[in-house]
């Protein structure tokens, strides 16, 4: 999934493709892709710089992060990138990071990985706490068992041994 630059001859071109699921392998990813990724991408070349616009669009698979079942969250993320070739990334020591600079890549060879800004663009669109839904119950912290399928007779109840003493003290004042 690699834009080869070179052949990119006018000042615009527009791409709409659609990459299936097998074509971004798994690993270390927090997520799965489960839908095809349609991607639409406006290229606007300027010299030696390309500014790489438009959205990309699928469903992800997450585990939620109460009760650890996968679910399904649809994302649809428009991106904005301006690419400059790596020769340029000098690298000028300490600066304050500017507003463009959060937008601004670089690509190297007359390329851009586009599996790349895709899987950048997911983890952007990611819940900061993916939930399977606004009632999940989680899972009970001392069997295990998922709170949304059944219950257990677990005492949830949790006293901090360290305060102990300072209960008993408590305890003997009372009576």
Known sequence: MLLDLSKIRTL???FDETYPPEQFPGGEDQYRIVEP???HLDVAKTGERFRLSGHVRTVLELP???CLEPFSCA???PFDLVYHPQT???GEGEKEVEEEDLSTAFYDD???DLAQLMREQFYLAL???PLCGDGCRGLCPVCGTNLNRGTCDCNRE???PRLAVLKNMKLKADS
């Open 158 to 160: 949790w006293e901090d």
């Open 88 to 90: 340029s990334n000098v």
């Open 75 to 77: 994302v649809d993320v």
């Open 12 to 14: 615009h071109v527009a």
């Open 64 to 66: 939620c992060s109460r």
């Open 127 to 129: 819940p900061m706490k």
């Open 37 to 39: 990724v349609r991607m």
């Open 110 to 112: 007359q390329k851009i």
